[in-house]
């Protein structure tokens, strides 16, 4: 069973900097991709980054210059780094998964098949 769990959420004022992470357990290889996901309070949910198995990674075209996806593989685990954070970054943010197939493509405009819970990402001013 694949599971995934994010955190490193939390309280940060603007201009301050988070970083997250996505453990995941139950694929058996590291042949799959991982995203990041975020909805604020009567928001859609919207991509944020993923990156797949060989280490490609990929922004929406809103979240490019702040953010900064990583993988280590060793340790099952992607990182999301949150620099210069506004008060429009406060959500929840959530990873899912997917397989990759050795492909070095994902898009976060597509909901992926693995989900985990999410964790509260708050700035405040």
């Known amino acids: 069973e694949v599971q995934l769990q994010a955190s490193g959420g939390g309280l940060v004022q603007a201009g301050e900097s988070l970083r997250l992470s996505c453990t995941a357990s139950?694929?058996?290889?590291?042949?799959?991709?991982i995203g990041w996901y975020r909805q604020a309070p009567g928001k859609e949910r919207e991509g944020v980054s993923c990156?797949?198995?060989?280490?490609?990674?990929h922004y929406a075209d809103s979240m490019k210059g702040r953010f900064t996806i990583s993988r280590d593989v060793a340790k099952n685990t992607v990182y999301l780094q949150m620099n210069s954070l506004k008060l429009e970054d406060s959500a929840v943010y959530y990873c899912?998964?997917?397989?990759?197939?050795?492909?070095?493509?994902?898009?976060?405009?597509?909901?992926?098949?693995?989900w985990g819970e999410g964790t509260l990402v708050t700035v405040s001013s």
């Open positions: 139950g694929f058996g290889h590291d042949d799959y991709s």
């Open positions: 899912s998964a997917e397989e990759s197939y050795g492909s070095s493509y994902c898009d976060t405009r597509y909901g992926m098949d693995y």
């Open positions: 990156i797949t198995g060989d280490g490609t990674a």
